[in-house]
């Protein structure tokens, strides 16, 4: 699996966008881009993943680099609940590793009001 | 639908004991996957099972084992608890990929917190 580069921490301002960037600059054409969210030592949670094109689910939306090479997860505005670690992940998806991710030590958003 | 759940919830051992953790998947989820979570750390990947086998190990001592029984549940066995095995342990669960959905997310259990003194 594909390594990812985030940054270790970011402040947002509640309500404004919070844009949470990855770099994936190894990635290769069968790998998918997940995030997911981790609160306060509860279990991580799935946010939202793509292939190729941007997509958008009522948590977030993903924007992917037509290169794939790097990644922007937008939360549109962003609630003081929202504060947490995200996850980027980069995975090749098969039966063999249906559940292996490979976490790195993602990006602890603040929120504040 | 419940989620995947995980038990016991916290638990403290002291070293050279062993300890087992327990996972239930979301029904109708096949595979089970179990990462540590250190203080700190994003969580590292230990096992996954998939169809009762084990598919995935990561770079974890023997002393960590794993099954998963017919109904897909789990177990994370421990032998001879060190220290450093202290951390939230989390269960994951997610579906096969393959077909028409060639993706899969993960679902988390809440994790079971392991202190060893």
């Known amino acids: 699996d594909a390594k990812t580069t985030q940054p270790p921490s970011m402040d947002c301002a509640e309500g404004r966008a919070a844009n949470l960037p990855c770099n994936h600059s190894?990635?290769?054409?069968?790998?998918?881009v997940y995030w997911y969210r981790q609160i306060h030592s509860q279990g991580p949670q799935y946010i939202i993943h793509?292939?190729?094109n941007n997509e958008t689910n009522e948590m977030a939306s993903l924007i992917i680099t037509e290169d794939r090479k790097s990644s922007t997860l937008i939360l549109p505005h962003a609630t003081l609940r929202d504060t947490a670690v995200y996850y980027c992940i980069v995975r090749v998806v098969s039966p063999a590793n249906a559940g292996k991710s490979t976490f790195g030590d993602g990006t602890t958003l603040t929120v504040k009001p | 639908d419940a989620g995947v759940t995980q038990s016991p919830t916290h638990l403290i051992k002291t070293r050279g004991q062993h300890v087992t953790l327990r996972c239930s998947p979301i029904s109708g989820h096949k595979s089970v996957s179990w990462y540590q979570q250190v203080l700190g750390q994003g969580p590292q990947f230990i096992f996954q099972y998939y169809e009762k086998e084990e598919r995935g190990r990561g770079n974890f001592p023997d002393r960590f084992s794993a099954r998963q029984f017919p109904n897909y549940s789990s177990e994370l066995n421990v032998n001879a608890l060190l220290l450093g095995d202290s951390a939230l342990y989390l269960c994951?669960?997610?579906?096969?990929?393959?077909?028409?959905?060639?993706?899969?997310?993960?679902?988390f259990g809440p994790g079971t917190r392991l202190t060893v003194l």
């Open positions: 994951a669960s997610s579906w096969a990929s393959g077909g028409t959905r060639p993706y899969n997310e993960q679902f």
């Open positions: 793509g292939l190729k």
């Open positions: 190894t990635i290769s054409g069968n790998e998918y």
